[in-house]
């Protein structure tokens, strides 16, 4: 829809210019509709969330992503999810949760981008 691509741009100025709070709700408005412009648009409110410090907040728009994109195969929407679920817990020292996230994300995602990255970084240990 290109109201939401616009506004999407619009809330990608806004992050750029450092108004993280006015980029979440302009992210969260194209977030209340469906698709894969939707869930991106979740994935960065949530993105913006975690990077200010909130990781509840982060995670509750994860979870969401996750829970509305999961058995959509068109999209890399849920295992992109999982893989910033799993980084979160990782960031915050909950290793149980991060790591049942990255087991999630390796099981059903195997050849996602995440579940590449996450091999990668367990080979590098």
Do not use: W
């Amino acid at each position: 829809h290109t109201s939401d691509q616009i506004r999407m741009l619009y809330a990608e100025s806004l992050t750029n210019a450092g108004e993280a709070l006015s980029a979440i709700a302009e992210y969260e408005k194209i977030g209340e509709g469906h698709g894969e412009l939707a869930g991106r648009a979740l994935l960065a409110s949530a993105d913006l969330y975690d990077a200010a410090g909130r990781r509840s907040e982060g995670l509750i728009g994860y979870y969401k992503v996750l829970a509305v994109y999961e058995s959509d195969t068109g999209t890399d929407l849920a295992a992109e999810a999982l893989f910033r679920i799993s980084n979160v817990y990782d960031k915050t020292g909950d290793t149980e949760k991060s790591r049942n996230a990255a087991a999630d994300l390796m099981n059903k995602y195997p050849n996602s981008r995440g579940a590449r990255e996450l091999a990668a970084r367990a080979a590098g240990q």
